[in-house]
Nanobody, 115 residues
Framework: QVQLVESGGGLVQPGGSLRLSCAASGSMFSIYGMGWYRQAPGNQRELVAAFTSGGSTKYADSVKGRFTISRDNAKNAVHLQMNSLKPEDTAVYYC?????????WGQGTQVTVSS
């Protein structure tokens, strides 16, 4: 099994920045995808940004140009730099790991964008 530990959420004013981090541990495959999803109250969980198992990145249209995903392979970690945050970015953000049909989620971290 793989365990994911997230950090970095919090309260920020509109236009501000936050950086989320997710570290994976456990029995990991050598090739895997890892990324971030979010879920706002009353909404379905949606992709924010992710690395695919092939190494490419994908972003939700709503965050392109504002959010950047990066990875630290040595630490099995991914980071999400979120700039120019908007109130509509408010949600619980979940880290996701996927490999060979196996997927797991972190516990989630709250991001609130409000003045």
């Amino acid at each position: 099994q793989v365990q994911l530990v997230e950090s970095g959420g919090g309260l920020v004013q509109p236009g501000g920045s936050l950086r989320l981090s997710c570290a994976a541990s456990g029995s990991m495959f050598s090739i895997y995808g890892m990324g971030w999803y979010r879920q706002a109250p009353g909404n379905q969980r949606e992709l924010v940004a992710a690395f695919t198992s092939g190494g490419s990145t994908k972003y939700a249209d709503s965050v392109k140009g504002r959010f950047t995903i990066s990875r630290d392979n040595a630490k099995n970690a991914v980071h999400l730099q979120m700039n120019s945050l908007k109130p509509e970015d408010t949600a619980v953000y979940y880290c996701n790991y996927v490999a060979r049909g196996y997927t797991t989620w972190g516990q989630g971290t709250q991001v609130t964008v409000s003045s």
